[in-house]
């Protein structure tokens, strides 16, 4: 069966092997989510580089909240359920979706923690809020 590629630019593919994310899949489904495939290598770059420069928390839940409606990615972010004493305890988690590239839930965490760590404010008022605020 041959694949539709949508209208708009999509991400290409990752070498075979490297990557699980079914974007074949996605894009043989006929109610798929293709909003993810919207996310193209640069605008990987782009995304993570503004993630690196958040500069307070009503800017990352502006960023997350834009994620999920662009591209429909969805954040987790919470405190451990130990004392949290450095932002190792500050657990980022990306949800899991057809389409999305290992390597950028991967990516999405570590630049939002790179941004922590030169921002600790932005941290404390995670915790300060409950440490839990769930995108989408």
């Given at each position: 069966?041959?694949?539709?590629?949508?209208?708009?630019?999509?991400?290409?593919?990752?070498?075979?092997?490297?990557?699980?994310?079914?974007?074949?899949?996605?894009?043989?489904?006929?109610?798929?989510?293709?909003?993810?495939?919207?996310?193209?290598?640069?605008?990987?770059?782009?995304?993570?580089?503004?993630?690196?420069?958040?500069?307070?928390?009503?800017d990352l839940r502006r960023m997350e909240e834009k994620m999920e409606q662009q591209?429909?990615?969805?954040?987790?972010?919470?405190?451990?359920?130990?004392?949290?004493?450095?932002?190792?305890?500050?657990?980022?988690?990306?949800?899991?979706?057809?389409?999305?590239?290992?390597?950028?839930?991967?990516?999405?965490?570590?630049?939002?923690?790179?941004?922590?760590?030169?921002?600790?404010?932005?941290?404390?008022?995670?915790?300060?809020?409950?440490?839990?605020?769930?995108?989408?």
């Open positions: 069966m041959a694949v539709a590629h949508p209208v708009f630019p999509i991400r290409t593919e990752c070498p075979p092997g490297a990557c699980n994310c079914g974007r074949d899949a996605l894009l043989e489904s006929p109610d798929g989510d293709l909003r993810v495939l919207r996310l193209t290598r640069e605008d990987e770059k782009r995304l993570v580089q503004r993630l690196e420069n958040l500069s307070s928390l009503s591209v429909g990615i969805r954040l987790t972010i919470s405190s451990s359920p130990n004392e949290v004493r450095t932002l190792r305890g500050i657990v980022i988690l990306v949800h899991e979706q057809p389409g999305l590239c290992r390597k950028t839930r991967q990516a999405i965490p570590a630049a939002i923690k790179r941004s922590l760590e030169l921002h600790p404010e932005i941290a404390y008022d995670i915790l300060n809020v409950g440490g839990l605020f769930e995108g989408g």
